[in-house]
C-alpha cells in the first residue's frame, strides 16, 4: 500500500511539472505580427497575424477578402454592392455609414483590426484609438501597383500569401489579354459618370483613368485634370466636341439606390452624332463594381471583363 501511494506521489509530481514547463513554454512564444505602413500608417503599425474581428469599411477589401475565404465581423451596411449582399445579413455587425462611422458600436465589438478607405480617412485617429486601422485605398496614379500592395498586405496578415498570388497571376494575364485587344482597335474612349442630371469626365490617372493607364484605352481627352474624385464637370457640347469612339458609363444614381435615368441623360438627340452613340458603342458599367467596390479581386476581375466585352463591339 504505501508503496503504491508512493508511486502517485512520483507522477502526480511529473505531471505537475510538466504542465508547469509547457506553461513556460507557452508563455514565452511570442504573438505573431504584421507591420504595416501606408499613407495615414508613416511609421508602421503593429497587426497581430489571423486577426479574429475585423471591422471593415472599405468594399474592395471586403471583396478580396470574401474570395480569401476571411470571417468579417463588422461593416456599414448604409450601401453594399448587390454581389456581396451576404454581408447585410443579421451575421454581421452594422456599424453606420461609409461617411458617418458609429464609433460607439465599434468599440462595443472591440475589434482586432479595422480597414478603412478615402471616405473614413479624417476620422483615422478615432478609429486608431478602437483598434489597429489600416488605410487601403487605391492610388489612381498608380493602380496596379497600390492594388497589387493591398492585396498582398492581406494576404499576409490573414495567412493567405499563396492564394493572393495566384489571383494576381490570373488577373496579370487578364490585363494583359485586354492590353492587346486595346492596342489592336486602335480607338480611343472617354470615361463618364453619369449623377442625377449632371455628367462628369475623367481622364487618365483619375479615378476610373485605370481604363487608360492599365486597360490600354487611348484617351479621348489627354487634358483632363485627375484630381477631383468626382471627375470633371462637363456638357453635351463638350461631348460633341470631344467626339470619342467609345464611351464608358458609371452611373452613380445606380450604386447608391436611386432612380437612374443614365441612358436618358448619355445618349440623346443632342449627342447622335457623336461616334460612340452613333454606333452604339456607349459601354453602361456596373456600378456596384466601378462606384462602390473596385479594387476587390472579384471587382477588378469583373471591370476588366466588362471593357474587354465593351470594346469587342466594334
Known amino acids: 500500500m504505501k508503496k503504491w501511494i508512493w508511486m502517485m506521489t512520483v507522477l502526480t509530481a511529473i505531471v505537475v511539472l510538466a ?3 509547457n506553461q513556460g513554454k507557452t508563455e514565452g512564444i511570442k504573438e505573431e505580427t504584421v507591420t504595416v505602413k ?23 477589401s471586403l471583396d478580396t477578402l470574401d474570395k480569401l475565404g476571411v470571417n468579417v465581423t463588422a461593416l456599414p451596411k448604409q ?9 447585410e445579413g443579421d451575421k454581421y455587425e452594422n456599424v453606420g455609414g461609409l461617411k458617418e462611422p458609429n464609433f460607439e458600436k465599434i468599440a462595443e465589438i472591440k475589434p482586432d483590426l479595422i480597414i478603412i478607405q478615402h471616405r473614413q480617412a479624417d476620422a483615422f485617429d478615432e478609429f486608431s484609438e478602437i483598434a489597429p486601422t489600416i488605410y487601403m485605398d487605391v492610388d489612381n ?27 494576381l497571376a490570373a488577373i496579370d494575364q487578364k490585363v494583359d489579354a485586354l492590353k492587346k485587344d486595346a492596342k489592336e482597335l486602335k480607338k480611343n474612349g472617354l470615361v463618364i459618370m ?34 477631383d474624385k468626382h471627375g470633371q464637370s462637363i456638357s ?14 458609371v452611373d452613380r444614381g445606380a450604386a447608391i439606390g ?26 453602361y458599367l456596373n456600378s456596384d463594381m466601378w462606384y462602390l467596390s473596385g479594387g476587390g479581386f472579384e471587382s477588378f476581375t469583373a471591370m476588366i471583363d466588362e471593357v474587354k466585352q465593351g470594346i469587342s463591339q466594334k
Not at 498582398?152 to 495567412?159: C, R, V, Y
Open 19 to 21: 504542465a508547469c514547463g
Open 38 to 60: 501606408d499613407m495615414l500608417n508613416k511609421d508602421g503599425v503593429k497587426i497581430k497575424k489571423n486577426p479574429k474581428k475585423v471591422v471593415v469599411f472599405d468594399m474592395g
Open 79 to 87: 450601401v453594399v454592392p448587390k454581389y456581396l449582399s451576404k454581408y
Open 141 to 167: 496614379a498608380n493602380y496596379m501597383e497600390s492594388f497589387k500592395k493591398n492585396a498582398t498586405t492581406l494576404g499576409k496578415i490573414f495567412d493567405k500569401e499563396d492564394k493572393v498570388k495566384e489571383e
Open 194 to 227: 453619369a449623377n442625377d442630371s449632371k455628367m462628369t469626365a475623367f481622364g487618365p490617372k483619375s479615378r476610373y483613368g485605370l481604363i487608360h493607364d492599365v486597360f490600354g484605352i487611348t484617351p479621348a481627352d489627354q487634358n483632363l485634370e485627375p484630381s
Open 236 to 249: 453635351y457640347e463638350y461631348m460633341v466636341k470631344t467626339n470619342p469612339d467609345y464611351l464608358f458609363v
Open 258 to 283: 436611386e432612380e437612374t435615368s443614365a441612358k436618358q441623360l448619355v445618349e440623346n438627340d443632342y449627342v447622335k452624332s457623336v461616334k460612340a452613340v452613333k454606333n452604339n458603342h456607349v459601354v
